[in-house]
């Protein structure tokens, strides 16, 4: 398993993105448990419920992936919390534009989107780095 070769940080950064996988996970299964697929309670356009709810599958495969093919989760892990970041970005802020909400309040209701921007900047930090490394312990074990 070539988890198992790579370094304690390398382990460490994935197993602390799979961590945050399992938690989008949660999210998208508590929303749909308690509101169902494409739920009106979204408040949203459906290609963004469609997004959403897809999370509930892609994420939890991200996450299993960092730790049994981790190149595979690396790289879709970045690609799902960039998306992800984008998107939900795009609507928090629109909010903040489109309402009299101050700023304080607004940053204070859109919580989760401010770890979830700081979980994506750990991601995209220790993106390069986590490719190198398994990179550099494929080359070992040759």
Not at 41 to 61: C, H, K, Q, R
Request: aromatic share 12%.
């Amino acid at each position: 398993m070539i988890f198992t070769k790579l370094k304690s940080k390398i382990q460490i950064n994935l197993v602390l993105q799979c961590i945050g996988m399992l938690i989008g996970t949660t999210t998208h299964l508590l929303w749909i448990t308690n509101h169902g697929f494409f739920s009106a309670e979204y408040n949203a356009g459906v290609l963004s419920m469609l997004f959403w709810d897809t999370l509930t599958i892609l994420d939890p495969i991200a996450a299993v992936l960092l730790i049994l093919r981790p190149k595979a989760g690396i790289w879709m892990t970045g690609i799902i919390i960039v998306a992800d970041v984008l998107h939900n970005g795009s609507i928090c802020f629109n909010v903040l534009l489109s309402s009299d909400v101050t700023v304080i309040s607004w940053a204070t209701n859109n919580w989760m989107f401010w770890m979830q921007l700081f979980f994506g900047l750990f991601v995209i930090a220790t993106f390069k780095g986590n490719l190198i490394a398994l990179k550099m312990s494929r080359v070992r074990k040759k």
